[in-house]
């Protein structure tokens, strides 16, 4: 299975939301959103599962290894590609989202959002560090 992103993220952050901990099996994701058309899987397609958790997150995963590789967020517009499976990204966070939520407080000078920016349609409020 290979993933291919071109251009720059349009984002770059960590979720602390219990669905994204979950689903990484850790206590924060980090994750990197790109527009649909700049993510593209070169290899292996054809092995690529989804699993529609909400009408917002269409995750997917790789049938063969199960390992996950991304989640399109139509109602974004953008496509969550876990910076993890970027081996040559230079993974550069911005932002934390659903912080209210968070398990694991991170003391690194980010923006910590209670829930999603207001553009994204969340409230955009801050929270403390």
């Keep these: 299975m290979e993933i291919e992103v071109t251009g720059a993220p349009d984002a770059m952050g960590y979720c602390h939301c219990s669905s994204c901990r ?3 099996a850790g206590p924060v994701n980090a994750f990197t959103l790109w527009k649909p058309d700049s993510v ?5 397609a054809e092995y690529v599962g989804h699993f529609q958790k909400t009408a ?10 199960g390992g ?7 109602t974004f517009g953008l496509t969550d590609v876990y910076a993890a499976t970027i081996p040559t ?30 553009e994204l349609g969340g409230s955009g409020d801050t929270l403390p560090e």
């Design 22 to 24: 979950s689903w990484s």
């Design 40 to 44: 593209k899987v070169t290899r292996g």
């Design 56 to 65: 917002t997150s269409d995750r997917q995963f790789c049938k063969q290894c």
């Design 68 to 74: 996950h590789l991304m989640t399109t967020h139509p």
């Design 89 to 118: 990204l230079a993974f550069a966070p911005g932002v934390h989202v659903n912080y209210a939520e968070t398990v694991l407080r991170m003391k690194d000078g980010l923006p910590k959002m209670r829930d999603f920016p207001a």
